[in-house]
């Protein structure tokens, strides 16, 4: 058998819309499909203002923009994450202050946040890792009590909730992936939400060159002009359109993945393994949209050699997040704190192949590899 990683899921509907864009003919940014996938969100999460970007990346690059960060403005959050994260507020010269993981999931620690805090302090920014929420009432109350805005990087997060709520919906601004490994996918691409009323009008501008173009396209301004920095933040119509296609198909994609993650769960369960792997563990104020399965092992020896016995069956697992404070561009600028929990993740955080049409034989098969290595590798008989 072989088993990928990633396989990019089709919900058939993609060809009909991109020729659909390509008939009304208009293919540069913010034409209909573009406003119908940011409305299809406005409705679905109550929300004021969406924007599609080209990536997740860019919708974080906004949002150091939208916090108006200057260099020595500090900005605190999680080591174990993607590079972008970090990226978007470096770019504009903020200090980066990186706080360690819990002890027992991936998210940012809500405790070990405020002993980061200085008087320059300006933002926290959040990464609801896998899908699923950080303590986000703790990080809020900490937020208001120091006058901090809240950026959540909910590039893994959509559909999921913290007590009900969407994720990427709390904080001022959420930024979410529609990169070709996540959930909904149009290849490259992503939006910025954002919930803080006051920024809707600036936000809008940002996206389109600095321009009021928006406001020019709705007919509210007789002309359009560079009235604030900006840059080009819009995807084209295509990307939109393929979008569309999978948003048309949210719900099935979205269940589908939640039942691949409980198999997985139970599955692994049943295997027996709990004395040698760590299961995922989803608090009770999350609920996770089935974005990705990891497990985590004793030591980083045992990771590297679990990666290899799979490779070697045919199956893809990978790791990932070298914690950004031990990275080779940061390090030097790390304050020297140890996150031990974070590097933990680095070295012990394994994540199996996760896609649409994963079948219960490939995920048999891949759990079945799993105890067949800890059988050959452990002294210990699994129970
Ligand atoms: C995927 C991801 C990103 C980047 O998304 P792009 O759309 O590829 O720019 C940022 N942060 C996290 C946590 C991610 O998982």
Redesign the pocket.
């Known amino acids: 058998m072989k088993i990928p990683f990633n396989k990019p899921h089709f919900t058939g509907r993609e060809v009909y819309h991109l020729s659909q864009a390509a008939v009304v003919g208009k293919l540069s940014g913010n034409g209909s499909y573009t406003r119908q996938c940011q409305q299809f969100f406005e409705q679905r999460y109550s929300i004021g203002k969406v924007l599609l970007t080209t990536?997740?990346?860019?919708?974080?690059e906004m949002s150091a923009l939208l916090c108006d960060i200057n260099p020595g403005d500090e900005v605190i959050m999680p080591s174990y994450?993607?590079?972008?994260?970090a990226n978007a507020f470096a770019l504009r010269g903020a200090t980066i202050h990186f706080a360690d993981s819990m002890e027992d999931n991936p998210n940012i620690d809500a405790e070990k946040i405020e002993a980061l805090i200085t008087p320059k302090a300006k933002v926290i920014v959040v990464?609801?890792?896998g899908g699923v929420a950080c303590d986000m009432d703790g990080i809020m109350e900490i937020a208001s009590r120091y006058n901090l805005i809240v950026v959540e990087?909910a590039?893994?997060g959509l559909e999921a909730t913290y007590k009900g709520r969407k994720l990427g919906t709390i904080g001022s601004f959420g930024?979410f992936?529609?990169?070709e490994?996540?959930n909904i996918t149009s290849g490259?691409?992503?939006m910025i939400v954002v919930n803080d009323p006051s920024k809707v009008n600036q936000a809008e501008i940002m996206w389109e060159k600095g321009t009021n173009r928006a406001a020019f396209a709705r007919g509210e301004v007789e002309k359009y002009e560079w009235v604030a920095l900006g840059s080009s933040f819009l995807p084209n119509e295509l990307t939109a359109a393929f979008l569309y296609a999978q948003l048309e198909h949210i719900d099935d994609i979205q269940q589908k993945r939640l039942q691949i993650w409980d198999s997985y769960y139970t599955k692994l369960v049943n295997a027996g393994l709990s004395k040698y792997i760590a299961l995922p563990v989803v608090p009770d104020y999350a609920q996770h949209n089935g974005h990705l399965f990891y497990i985590t092992v004793h030591s980083k020896e045992v990771r590297d050699s679990l990666l290899n016995y799979l490779q070697d069956k045919g199956i893809n697992a990978v790791f990932h997040y070298l914690s950004l404070h031990n990275s080779p561009y940061f390090g030097s600028k790390h304050d020297g704190r140890m996150l031990p929990n974070a590097e933990r993740y680095s070295s012990t955080l394994l994540r199996l192949p996760f896609y649409y049409s994963l079948t219960e034989e490939e995920i048999d098969y891949i759990v079945g590899n799993i105890r067949d290595f800890f059988i050959q590798h452990s002294p210990e008989q699994p129970k």
């Open positions: 990536s997740c990346s860019d919708a974080l994450t993607f590079v972008s994260t990464v609801h890792y990087d590039a893994q930024t992936s529609f990169h490994t996540k490259e691409g992503g």
